[in-house]
Antibody, heavy 123, light 108 residues
Framework: QVQLVQSGAEVRKPGSSVRVSCKASGTIFTSYAFGWVRQAPGQGLEWMGGIIPILDTANYTQRFQGRVTITADESTSTAYMELSSLRSDDTAVYYC????????????????WGQGTLVTVSS | SYELTQPPSVSVSPGQTARITCSGDALPKEYAYWYQQKAGQAPVLVIYKDSERPSGIPERFSGSSSGTTVTLTISGVQAEDEADYYCQSADYSDSSVIFGGGTKLTVL
């Protein structure tokens, strides 16, 4: 069965960076895209960006441009999300997702989600 | 910026039909997807490409589309359906993905 297993909770100080990993199993890693969605406490879902591993191309929503980097390691079937210049309002649960996509890089449904990683930003 | 608009809350009694709407200007051209999120859990895909149901999702979940509005319908609501529901589509303004604000479904 498909599983996306994320790294554990992190605590960071404002201004620092955090990297969250997402290891996929039970799936052909290079046949899908992988995305990152975050959810602040008591808030809704917010798309950050995604990557197509076989093309090694990532795109990011404008709100996070310049602060987020999404990468993928085919050899370990692991996707990564690094967020820099952390602020207190970056405190959230970060989810990775498996995404269907087409030849033009258009993203369709997110059919599997990781368990979520809580990132707390506090001085 | 582009937005998907959902009602903050919907309440129904067990056995009734719940309808959750999602409105957006691009919805006539872009697919919509629906996710269910129960408290403390990761979201689960319940409808994709407007009206398709993934394997394992009960038949009481259905989706439809009309103009700029898509609707998630839950027929014969059960207590276990109490959750937050999010619609998702493409954000044509930055070639990205966008979520609606979410709707809390309460089963009375």
């Amino acid at each position: 069965q498909v599983q996306l297993v994320q790294s554990g909770a992190e605590v960071r100080k404002p201004g620092s960076s955090v990297r969250v990993s997402c290891k996929a199993s039970g799936t052909i890693f290079t046949s899908y895209a992988f995305g990152w969605v975050r959810q602040a406490p008591g808030q809704g879902l917010e798309w950050m960006g995604g990557i197509i591993p076989i093309l090694d191309t990532a795109n990011y929503t404008q709100r996070f441009q310049g602060r987020v980097t999404i990468t993928a390691d085919e050899s370990t079937s692991t996707a990564y999300m690094e967020l820099s210049s952390l602020r207190s309002d970056d405190t959230a649960v970060y989810y990775c997702t498996r995404i269907f996509y087409d030849g033009s890089g258009y993203f369709y449904e997110m059919d599997y989600w990781g368990q979520g990683t809580l990132v707390t930003v506090s001085s | 910026s582009y937005e998907l608009t959902q009602p903050p809350s919907v309440s129904v009694s067990p056995g009734q039909t719940a309808r959750i709407t999602c409105s957006g200007d691009a919805l006539p051209k872009e697919y919509a997807y629906w996710y269910q999120q129960k408290a403390g859990q990761a979201p689960v895909l319940v409808i994709y490409k407007d009206s398709e149901r993934p394997s394992g999702i009960p038949e009481r979940f259905s989706g439809s589309s009309s103009g700029t509005t898509v609707t998630l319908t839950i027929s014969g609501v059960q207590a276990e359906d109490e959750a937050d529901y999010y619609c998702q589509s493409a954000d044509y303004s930055d070639s990205s993905v966008i979520f609606g604000g979410g709707t809390k479904l309460t089963v009375l």
